[in-house]
């Protein structure tokens, strides 16, 4: 029974990666299962939020993504970028070529920086200043929120059949060839979860800076 779902499970991972472009086996040749466990880890980086008092209302306005015309008192910026490590596992199959499978893909999604911009205009310690403060540190919470929320999306996107796995190895005739369409293929697979959550991000971060949390912000303190 076993060996009967190991030769369903190759034959129809190499269906899928036959419309991927990978070449297929040769006749006859079938690679036994591969060592250890397909593994995926997602990890999210923030950097320490760092606080900035240096810039005008005007040049924050320049700054951010509102135009100069709006009335700027504060900014959060951050830069999103995704990164993949992948471990392959190898075995020659004598006369034939490599079984080749992925062992583990690791995902990191890392902010390179996570920075709060106070209008200068404001005293550090200021009614204003604090209010301020407060609002955009909602934006940096937010940051971490919705990262942590795609984790589950892109371990699933990552359980593709597309990807070689140890149960059913793919018997290649390049390592290096197999490698490079392998990380193709999960960039292609990265692709429009991260789009997703690129937009979840613009989304979710507008709707802090609705109508009704600026007139919150303002009615905190007696003049701006």
Known sequence: ?????????????????????????????????????????????????????????RQLGLLAFHGPTNRILGVTASNLRAATATRYGYRPLEGEGTCFWVDRVEVTLRYEALDIYVASEYPAGSCQ?????????KHAAAAQAVLDDYVQDIRSALTSLSIPKPPSPLLVGA???????????????????IERLRKTMQETQSRIDSPAEYRRVESQCRSW
Do not use: F, N
């Not at 200043?129 to 540190?137: C, P």
């Open 1 to 57: 029974m076993r060996k009967g779902l190991g030769a369903a499970a190759a034959a129809g991972l190499a269906s899928v990666l036959a419309l991927l472009g990978w070449p297929g086996p040769a006749p006859g040749a079938v690679c036994p299962p591969g060592t250890g466990t397909y593994k995926v880890e997602v990890r999210t980086e923030l950097p320490p939020v760092r606080t900035h008092h240096d810039l005008s209302r």
């Open 129 to 137: 200043y604090q209010a301020i403060l407060s609002h955009e540190s």
């Open 175 to 193: 390592v290096s060839e197999a490698r490079q369409k392998t990380q193709a293929t999960i960039e292609k697979l990265l692709q429009p979860v």
